[in-house]
C-alpha cells in the first residue's frame, strides 16, 4: 500500500506544489499497521471524492490523498 500526498496553493500556488509518496511497505510494521488503522478509523474510502471549506481563500492549501492498494 502507498499514500501519496499532493499539496498545492499558497500564495506559490502551482509552482510550489510538493508532492509526499509513503510506501507502507517500506515502513516498520508498526507505523504501517498504525496508518492502515488510522485509514480504517477515518472511514477514508466512504469519504466523497472533494472536502472543500465553505468559503475557500485563494492562498488556502489544497491536499489531494491518494491510497494505492493494488485494488
Known amino acids: 500500500m502507498r499514500l ?3 499539496c498545492t496553493g499558497g500564495f506559490a500556488g502551482p509552482v510550489g506544489a510538493q508532492t509526499r509518496t509513503v510506501d507502507l ?3 516498520p510494521s508498526a507505523q504501517a499497521g ?3 488503522q488510522l485509514l480504517q478509523d477515518s472511514d ?3 469519504l466523497p471524492p472533494k472536502l ?3 468559503a475557500p481563500k485563494s492562498w488556502d492549501f489544497k491536499y489531494q490523498l491518494e491510497v494505492d492498494n493494488d485494488d
Open 52 to 54: 472543500v471549506k465553505p
Open 4 to 6: 501519496i500526498l499532493k
Open 25 to 27: 511497505a517500506q515502513l
Open 44 to 46: 477514508f474510502f466512504a
Open 34 to 36: 498504525r496508518l492502515q
